[in-house]
Every structure is written in C-alpha cells, then in structure tokens.
C-alpha cells in the first residue's frame, strides 16, 4: 500500500493562489453592477490588485497599504491610494466612504499563522463597517465578524486557503 504524500508548502502557496483567484473572479461576478467602491487591503506586490483592476471596470478601487512597493504595473493611482497603517486608515474611512465598500479583499498576512490569525481577530471589527449591505469580503485568512454570514467556497477554490463573507 503506498503512502499518502505529504502537503508541501508549494501546494499551500498553489492552492492558496487558486483559491484567491476564484473567490475574487465569484465575488466580483456576484458584485457587478454595483456603485460602491472596492477595497483592497494590502497591495504588496500588486498581483490581486492588476487581477482587479483588469475584471472590475465599473467601479474604483482603493487600496489601503502602510508602504506602497509593488509592481510598476500594479501600482495604483494616487488618489486611489490610502497610504498608512489599515489600524489607523480603516476607522478613518467611515467617514470618507459613507456608502461603504461593495467588496473589499483583504490579503494583509505574512508568513506566521499564529500572527495571521492574531492579526485578523483585530482587524475584523475595523473592516466589518466598512462592507455596505449585499456586500462581499474576500480574505486569505479567517475573519472573526460579528454580523457578516460566511459564503460556501466558488468551484475550484479549497477549503481552509480562502474565504467569503456576505453582508446581509
Ligand atoms: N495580495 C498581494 C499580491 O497579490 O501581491 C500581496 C499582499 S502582501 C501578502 C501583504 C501586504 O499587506 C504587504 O504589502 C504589507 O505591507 C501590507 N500590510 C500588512 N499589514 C499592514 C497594516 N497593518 N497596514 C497596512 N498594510 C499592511
């Protein structure tokens, strides 16, 4: 009988990858037509941000980010650039975006999941007022919401390596 291969950190980095992919292209489709902005939390290289920019085209996107160092490519525009700490920026964007957001990804980890986690129970109640009724939260890392009803994972995305909030 052969033995069951271990899970290696490329497939975690695969299947995380895939799974963003598909819970962004699901929440953007279930999204469209909407007139509120979009959120994106953490630019970092700017990959998620070029994949919305290039499928969202009827609304802006914000980027909230402490130090923008991304792609030439995917940088985004000033104006559209929320420069600081998300702990500082997030309660401040109440009251510039009084609609809330339509649909906000957030990709703000690092490499621990002990932080990850950590930093995601403190960043929940930041984000989850910021997210307008009908609205769609995409994240990398389990959020811990009050209000937000957690959406069954699009095909091709794997369990554990995304996941979709719904504001009722
Ligand atoms: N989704 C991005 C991509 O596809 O290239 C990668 C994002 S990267 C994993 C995480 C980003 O979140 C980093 O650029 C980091 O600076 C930013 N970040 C982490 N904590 C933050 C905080 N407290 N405030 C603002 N930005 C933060």
Not at 46 to 68: K, L, S
Not at 79 to 107: K, M, N
Request: include cysteine.
């Amino acid at each position: 009988m052969s033995e069951q291969p271990s899970i290696t950190r490329l497939d975690l980095f695969i299947d995380r990858m895939v799974s963003q992919r598909a819970c962004l292209d699901d929440a953007i489709a279930r999204t469209k037509g909407r007139t509120e902005p979009v959120f994106e939390l953490g630019l970092g290289n700017g990959r998620t941000f070029h994949h919305m920019r290039e499928r969202i085209r009827d609304r802006d996107i914000y980027v909230f980010e402490r130090a923008v160092a991304s792609h030439p490519d995917s940088t985004p525009a000033e104006e559209l650039t929320v420069l600081g700490d998300v702990r500082e920026t997030l309660p401040a964007a109440l009251d510039r975006f009084p609609t809330g957001a339509s649909l906000i990804h957030a990709d703000l980890g690092g490499h621990s999941r002990e932080k990850n986690d950590a930093f995601a129970r403190m960043v929940s109640p930041l984000i989850e007022p910021l997210l307008a009724p009908g609205g769609l939260m995409v994240s990398s890392d389990r959020m811990y919401f009050t209000n937000l009803v957690e959406q069954p994972l699009p095909e091709g995305a794997v369990e554990g390596r995304c996941f979709t909030y719904l504001r009722i």
